[in-house]
């Protein structure tokens, strides 16, 4: 298969040299072609976009002067490699000379292929025609299983995320269990590749004619439930996806997200609002009230959180207020 590679990043300059080095490793280990990459920078300040000039030429880069997001960022490098996805984001001048890869794969610069996990999901797609997509088998920085795929969002996924139980008997349980749309760990722990509602966007593949079937990433998201959507939308035009658990990446998660952190978490808000509102269809009547209601409820207990938080000097005045403003423009973007 011809493969195709694209990495938005954001002030991750070392973090990104390891995931591309990864890369043609993995395309190495797996005795496949050089795959086309892809880099767009989104306006770092570390010197990302020089490093990848400088020890990656065979990569195409784009310095973009400002912050495209994930979204417009993977459809300019959608675009880059042929295909034809409308995209906000400003067009380079020199288009694709090649034709549209087979499959491309969509990689966090704080994720890096273990040996040849590039090649076991590009195999994969090639011999499952129903697999619109799929998804890799995550592990932290340390070791620790990651979950990396999940089921469409319900009520109890957003109780238990604003109201985690911690220190309850059977907690962890219960986080990692059906209710809270996770897959059981035995699958990841096996071999065989498994159906699921979508992929985590750390390291995913897409099919090529599945893509041109749905069309690029939706840009109202800038960051966060891009991936799910797309899982949706390929759904409802008749793909698959799946987990892979034999392809391993390592994954040094929310670097990126981490230097504004409560910034990320208004936008991680009003991206699953977006989703719940664009996919209205999707869930019975009532169900979005419900949401609104738990939406409501869990940002007046984070208030309390912070307000005890920073009475009993655990936070400062400007980390109290980041997060207070986070909590009140979130309220303002009204029921879903």
């Known amino acids: 298969m011809h493969i195709g590679v694209i990495l938005v990043n954001y002030n991750t300059r070392e973090l990104l040299r390891r995931s591309l080095a990864s890369v043609f490793a993995s395309a190495a280990a797996g005795g496949l072609p050089s795959p086309q990459v892809v880099v767009v920078d989104n306006a770092s300040q570390d010197g990302s976009a020089a490093m990848v000039a400088e020890c990656f030429p065979q990569v195409r880069l784009v310095a973009s002067p400002q912050n495209l997001g994930y979204t417009r960022g993977n459809n300019l490098g959608l675009r880059l490699l042929g295909f034809d996805i409308p995209t906000e984001a400003p067009l380079p001048p020199t288009p694709a000379s090649t034709p549209p890869p087979d499959a491309v794969l969509l990689l966090n610069p704080d994720a890096e292929l273990v040996e040849d996990a590039l090649g076991q999901l590009a195999g994969f797609l090639q011999h499952t025609p129903d697999a619109g997509a799929c998804g890799a088998h995550l592990r932290y920085g340390d070791g620790r299983f990651q979950h990396g795929a999940f089921r469409f969002p319900s009520l109890a996924q957003v109780a238990l995320d604003f109201f985690p139980l911690t220190g309850l008997p059977g907690a962890h349980r219960l986080h990692h269990s059906r209710l809270n749309g ?92 977006r989703f719940y509102r664009k996919h209205r269809q999707h869930y019975p009547p009532g169900h979005l009230a419900a949401v609104w209601t738990l939406v409501r409820l869990g940002l007046w207990w984070r208030r309390r959180q912070i307000l005890g938080a920073f009475a009993a000097g655990e936070l400062d005045g400007s980390q109290t207020a980041a997060a207070l403003s986070a909590f009140t423009h979130i309220v303002r973007m009204g029921q879903p």
Do not use: K, N
């Open 182 to 273: 996770r897959y059981p760990a035995r699958l990841w722990q096996g071999r065989a590749p498994f159906p699921v509602d979508f992929v985590l966007g750390a390291a995913w593949m897409v099919r090529g004619e599945a893509l041109r079937t749905v069309g690029g990433l939706d840009e109202g998201y800038f960051m966060y439930c891009e991936e799910m959507d797309w899982c949706l939308r390929l759904a409802q035009a008749g793909w698959r996806t799946y987990a892979v658990p034999t392809a391993r990446v390592i994954h040094h998660e929310g670097q990126s997200s981490r230097q504004v952190r409560w910034h990320a978490y208004e936008q991680l808000w009003r991206s699953r609002l």
